[in-house]
């Protein structure tokens, strides 16, 4: 029988096969990270055998090509998928966007109890999309049944998760949460996102200023150098998003971010990105005065704080 893997990485989707990992592997494509959450009969819906659907909101839309002729087309639903599978292996790295699909398939799961039996779910303790095909064949990943403790755990943590405030995730931290080891670290940085009360900034736009304080101009070191950034919530554009509102804003803390992205429409991404690469970035006086943590921005991030977690957005 087929042995399938889950994950939620493009690269990785591709070579887990080629390491000779499984026989079919399958990246999940939904994001719950910067903005409002999809509705619970959406996601049901994302999940279920083609009907109705529109494009990019099923399952396996943006699946491999090699995936797709393997599992014969692109109309299955997942448990139907998943009844075909000898095993299904889940494999999902320590970033929050990879553990936030974690707990939203294990609550699925929980409803289909037929197929938990299948399940494994691997302890991946680096990053995916870095892995090569070699290192991912070589890298031992921990092994490990998916019993209640996993499904509660998940269940209660995405549960906490799409509340419309944070209170329950603040609370989840002091629960016991080994079950899945990887998650707390994750919902730490996801809660460190939301806005300080001594800067009015999240953790990854603090970090942007700081590194502007320190001679790093170009918009390239701020999206893309993770060790240096330390924080690894958003993706590209969301960085973009981010420092739309520390430069354009009224109160600006930043200057020399190109003007035209006051104009170019966000899913313009071609001239963005030229945009953003056209930019050299420096502190205003106030950008300054929020790194010394003598000002706040306050209420001026508020439209795009909603973009930084799906807290309090519409």
């Keep these: ?19 000779g990992r499984v026989d079919i592997a399958i990246d999940l494509v939904p994001r719950f990270i910067g903005g409002p959450l999809p509705s619970d009969a959406e996601l049901a819906a994302m999940l279920a055998p083609r009907t109705t659907q529109g494009p990019g909101s099923h399952w396996l839309d943006y699946a491999s090509t090699p995936a797709r002729k393997k599992i014969g087309g692109r109309d299955l639903g997942l448990i139907e998928l998943c009844g075909r599978c000898e ?34 779910l691997r302890i991946v303790d680096y990053n995916l999309t870095t892995a090569t095909p070699e290192e991912l064949g070589r890298w031992k990943v921990l092994d490990v049944d998916i019993t209640s ?28 949460l080994s079950a899945l080891p990887l998650l707390k670290p994750a919902l730490i940085n996801l809660l460190n996102e939301l ?7 999240g953790a990854t736009e603090m970090r942007m200023l700081e590194l502007i304080a320190r001679g790093y101009s170009l918009t390239n070191a701020l999206f893309y150098l993770r060790s240096l950034r330390r924080t690894d919530i958003f993706n590209e554009f ?28 966000r899913e313009n991404f071609g ?35 909603a973009r930084q977690s799906h807290f309090g957005a519409d």
């Design 238 to 265: 969301e960085h973009g998003y981010l420092l739309d509102g520390l430069a354009l804003g009224p109160r600006p803390a930043v200057t020399g971010l190109d003007e035209e992205l006051r104009t170019i429409p």
């Design 1 to 19: 029988m087929t042995r399938l893997i889950l994950t939620g990485d493009a690269s990785a989707a591709l070579g887990l096969p080629k390491a």
């Design 271 to 305: 001239n963005r990105v030229s945009a953003y690469r056209r930019s050299v970035l420096s502190l205003t006086e106030f950008g300054k005065a929020i790194v010394a943590h003598k000002e706040d921005l306050g209420k001026q991030t508020v439209t795009h704080r």
């Design 87 to 120: 095993t299904v292996e889940l494999w999902f790295d320590p970033s929050p966007k990879h553990q936030l699909q974690l707990i939203w398939l294990l609550d699925y799961f929980r409803s289909h109890p037929q197929i938990v039996s299948r399940l494994r």
């Design 195 to 201: 806005p300080s009360s001594s800067t009015g900034l």
């Design 149 to 176: 403790d996993e499904l509660e755990t998940a269940s209660a943590a995405w549960q906490a998760y799409r509340a419309s405030t944070p209170e329950a995730c603040f609370d989840l931290l002091s629960k016991d």
